[in-house]
């Protein structure tokens, strides 16, 4: 007996450490490369369930966790991240679109939030299914949803679009996903960020443990940005979560009651500080 | 004293959460909170706002029916909230909201308390949908 409490006692925290490192690692998919297939939230740095993610007072928070974060909103840009880098003729348009985002957000209207701007919404999930040709990831919000080829060329006769045209390779544990053929009607990161059809994004998943994807993206658009935006973000994988329908255009009262708004001289624009 | 208190509700102001459909400033007045209690007409569960409609007594005594605007289902079922379960038509409940700036029984809710003291948001804070506190670009 004696000799086998020994044995036990010296394996016990071999057996816990193995337990953790299991629990961290990156899960890998059948050709090896580290597999993203799950639920994920953008924006968002915490560990866990939907339920213990979203226990903040903010946006989405169910309130009891006072000191929790809010998840980000899809007109935001965090605080403290590096700023938009856009020419001033540009910049003068944003500021004149942040003023009046309330009619100028393709979103209000119901219309696809675009590529990066869906990914980092905060508020509701995102879906990647993996295989070793294509990786398909699907939105809650806005119910939109990318195919996209492994190893595969844009296509000769892309059409633009809201989401853009993505094809994917990997560079090593990374998927790089490069987006272009985008119509110029989404924002790319926070109220206003207008962009042409030029936008070519660059989107890295790196799955750093079970829990986490690190999304590093970098926005080039020559026309009004004077050099590449990059920007970091996290994605945190929400077991148990499933992803649920969001017709937006159901009951979308907000353009007409703009319109009535403006109409009536209520003055809703932002005041400058 | 007042001094103080200008400075913690700029603070405050200023660490508003930010998000959503559309904006919260275009239709609602952070200056203009208002707490009602009364009994639920009808509820709309719908995207991408849900709605519920409260027949509140005023001074008078005359019964006036306020709409109040919410998170879209998804978020009312992922924050506790069960279509048909948790508010129906018949209860009696108190809402604390912002009102809508056309001065209109309309409101943006918040915080629901229920008949049993239970209190879940039925809507997301004041500011939500504005931008951020802060223009995206610096224009000199």
Known sequence: ?273 | MLKRFWLAAGLLLAALPVLAHHSFGAEYDVNKPITLSGVVTKVEWTNPHSHFYLDVKDASGAVVNWKFEGYPPNVLYRTGWKKEVTLKPGDTITVFAWRARDGTAWAHSREVTFHDGKKLFFGPPAGTGDGGETPPVEVK
């Not at chain 1, 880098?85 to 679109?97: C, G």
């Open chain 1, 1 to 273: 007996m004696r000799p086998c409490l020994l044995v036990g006692a010296l394996l016990l925290p071999t057996l816990l450490v193995a337990q953790t490192a299991a629990k961290s690692a990156v899960p890998r998919a059948s050709d090896g490369k580290p597999d993203l297939t799950g639920v994920w939230q953008g924006g968002s740095t915490r560990r866990g369930s939907w339920e213990e993610a979203n226990s903040g007072a903010g946006v989405g928070g169910t309130g009891r966790d006072a000191n929790a974060p809010a998840a980000l909103a899809s007109t935001t840009r965090p605080p403290g991240r590096e700023p938009p880098p856009y020419k001033p003729e540009a910049a003068k348009k944003v500021l004149e679109s942040y003023n009046n985002r309330a009619v100028d957000d393709p979103t209000a209207f119901c219309l696809p939030p675009g590529t990066p701007r869906t990914t980092l919404v905060g508020l509701f999930p995102m879906q990647i299914i993996q295989t070793p040709k294509q990786i398909v990831m699907l939105y809650e919000y806005m119910n939109v949803f990318r195919v996209i080829p492994l190893n595969a060329k844009h296509p000769e006769d892309m059409e633009s679009s809201y989401m853009g045209d993505s094809v994917a390779h990997w560079e090593g544990d990374t998927l790089v996903v490069d987006v272009t053929g985008f119509n110029d009607k989404s924002w790319l990161i926070g109220a206003g960020t207008f962009h042409t059809e030029a936008l070519h994004v660059t989107e890295r998943y790196t799955r750093v443990d079970k829990d986490q994807i690190n999304y590093d993206v970098v926005m080039e658009d020559p026309n009004v940005l004077t050099k590449p935006w990059p920007f970091h973000s996290t994605l945190m994988l929400r077991e148990g979560t499933r992803l649920r329908e969001y017709p937006c255009a159901e009951n979308n009262l907000d353009p007409g009651r703009y319109e009535k708004l403006l109409k009536d001289g209520v003055n809703f624009r932002r005041q400058q500080q």
